[in-house]
């Protein structure tokens, strides 16, 4: 459920991840964690819930779009060349686990209304397919995140009703699930994302080896999956 963590079924592992749609390490970190399920044996057991966070919420959805590499030299006062220099790296690393990061193309936008989206495709049971490919529009093909038209298509795009999904946006049926992934994030004490959560338990911050996803895939499988799930705080949050 929208806003619901921490919840975790007897026979299922369940992951919580909180992540912003214009953040170039939460993409990273999803496909991280993706490559991980790839080599556990359990992986059919597991369930990825996605939960908003916004890098930026000064930024409106209704703001004329920025370059991120604009955005970054203003944000901290970074000389252009500097800022273009630091995305030129993110995108490298990114490449090194097989993204295509365009970011002079990307346009940083609000993501409210993004994330929202994701929330009406995780009751269509397609959330993280439609994570994914808001990542890959994002930093890969420089679209408006922020466009009811753009993500009509995005919705389309993975198996959506499109008229369906503007219609959520236009209602504005998940903005209550999207302030409240917000706030318990803040009651969480997390503070930067990607963030995730292993059944409740332990913490995994940043964009990971495959290797350190796979140990809190292991560890939490072996002492959560079929006995009742042991406290309510992540290990490991704010720190």
């Not at 940083?108 to 529009?137: D, I, N, P, W, Y």
Request: one cysteine or more; charged letters at 20%.
């Amino acid at each position: 459920m929208a806003g619901e963590a921490f919840g975790q079924a007897t026979d299922r592992l369940v992951v919580d991840v909180w992540s912003d749609v214009m953040c170039p390490f939460c993409y990273m970190g999803d496909t991280l964690l993706a490559q991980a399920l790839e080599k556990f044996p359990h992986a059919s057991g597991v369930d990825v819930r996605y939960h908003s966070f916004l890098l930026m919420p000064e930024l409106s959805d209704d703001d004329t779009p920025v370059s991120p590499t604009e955005l970054l030299s203003a944000k901290h006062g970074l000389p252009r060349d500097q800022a273009q220099a630091m995305n030129d790296q993110v995108a490298e690393r990114a490449r090194q686990i097989g993204l295509d990061y365009h970011l002079d193309d990307a346009q940083a936008v609000g993501t409210r209304t993004a994330h929202q989206l994701s929330h009406f495709a995780a009751t269509q049971g397609k959330q993280h397919e439609m994570v994914q490919r808001l990542f890959q529009a994002y930093f890969t093909e420089g679209l408006n995140v922020a466009d009811r038209q753009v993500l009509g298509d995005l919705a389309a795009d993975v198996g959506l009703d499109r008229d369906a999904a503007g219609a959520a946006l236009t209602s504005g049926e998940f903005a209550d699930a999207v302030e409240a992934d917000i706030q318990q994030a803040r009651q969480y004490g997390i503070q930067g994302v990607p963030f995730f959560v292993f059944a409740g338990k332990y913490a995994v911050s940043g964009a990971q080896p495959v290797e350190a996803f796979l140990q809190a895939l292991d560890t939490s499988w072996a002492e959560t999956v079929g006995s009742p799930a042991v406290g309510t705080t992540p290990a490991g949050a704010g720190r």
